[in-house]
């Protein structure tokens, strides 16, 4: 029996390397290299060839690289008979948690006017005595951990989930607890599953909802935001920024008017990536968990 690593956006040397320390007696194959398919017991899949699956007759479990998996639900070729899992690290949320406080902080603490008047040689305190509100869409892992460091830096949180409650970070529901989000946030991070309810999320009508100081953060999926409907609100002063971490497209192309609008950030879902030694920590219980 055997792990198939089929991740095809990144150097998976290092992941190899240490499945193989950890686990001397299981066969590790790595993408392009599939020579046994017949042996596959475990699949970790990141941009996989959609189907590829197939050629698995094996396959008891589907493990995603990332926190996401809806490149394995998507996936018709893996049906329901098969496990999935998925690999959320310490390190993940953190770089996660690192990624969201970046952007809120440096508007927050005014870092951009700062820069500015620095080229202008000018003194000159900005205020910042109001508590912004970070509101959540979604309070999953991730979303928790982020939200909980917001919290300890004094920031007001709340999130809009499908029904869960939370100690600290009020919770709102359904439609009504979604427009209650948005009104009151000042950033608004989307931390969702990739899905048929949370597809095309923002739109005209929540962005309609917003604050017009308010800034989006997305580091969910790009097929969370009606791409159009930002660049309206945006374009009509509906909402102040946007931080744009993932795309409908990947790579977002050269010729996306997102790379050059002065209201939107683009980073190249760089937002979080699991350690090499954690995740291979997490794939190596999860396949013992088969055996
Ligand atoms: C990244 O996008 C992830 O799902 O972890």
């Known amino acids: 029996m055997s792990i198939a690593v089929v991740i ?11 499945l ?13 290299e599939i020579t046994n398919p ?14 590829i699956t197939q050629q698995f007759p094996q396959l008891q479990m589907a493990v995603s690289m990332g926190a996401g998996v809806d490149h394995i639900l998507t996936d018709e070729a893996i049906g329901e008979d098969i496990v999935t899992a998925r690999i959320v690290t310490q390190v993940l949320k ?35 005595d109001f508590q912004p509100a970070v509101g959540f869409l979604g309070l999953g ?23 869960q409650q939370h100690d600290v ?27 048929a309810e949370t597809a095309d999320i923002i739109n005209s009508k929540t962005l309609s909802w917003c604050k017009v100081n308010c800034t989006l953060i997305n580091v969910g999926r790009g097929g969370h935001v009606n791409e159009a409907d930002l660049l ?14 993932v795309f409908k497209q990947e790579p977002l192309p050269t010729t996306h008017p997102f790379w050059s609008h002065h209201k939107i950030t683009v980073t190249p879902h760089s937002s979080s990536r699991s350690d090499v030694q954690q995740t291979a920590e997490q794939i190596v219980s999860y396949y013992q968990s088969l055996i």
């Open 8 to 18: 095809t956006d990144r150097n998976t040397d290092d992941l190899c390397r240490h």
């Open 20 to 32: 193989c320390l950890a686990l001397p007696e299981v066969p590790i194959q790595q993408w392009p």
């Open 38 to 51: 017949e042996a596959v017991k475990m699949a970790v899949l990141w941009n996989h060839p959609v189907g």
């Open 94 to 128: 953190q770089n996660m948690a690192q990624y969201v406080l970046q952007h809120i902080l440096n508007d927050h603490r005014h870092l951009i006017d700062y820069q500015q008047q620095q080229t202008q040689k000018v003194w000159q305190v900005l205020e910042t």
């Open 141 to 163: 892992e991730l979303g928790s951990f982020v939200a909980d460091q917001c919290h300890a830096l004094g920031l007001k949180t709340l999130a809009w989930t499908q029904s």
């Open 169 to 195: 970070h009020p919770c709102f529901h359904g439609e009504s607890g979604l427009q209650h989000v948005c009104v009151n946030s000042d950033f608004l991070v989307i931390l969702l599953p990739m899905n």
């Open 232 to 245: 309206d609100a945006l374009n009509h002063g509906k909402i102040k920024h946007a931080v744009l971490d």
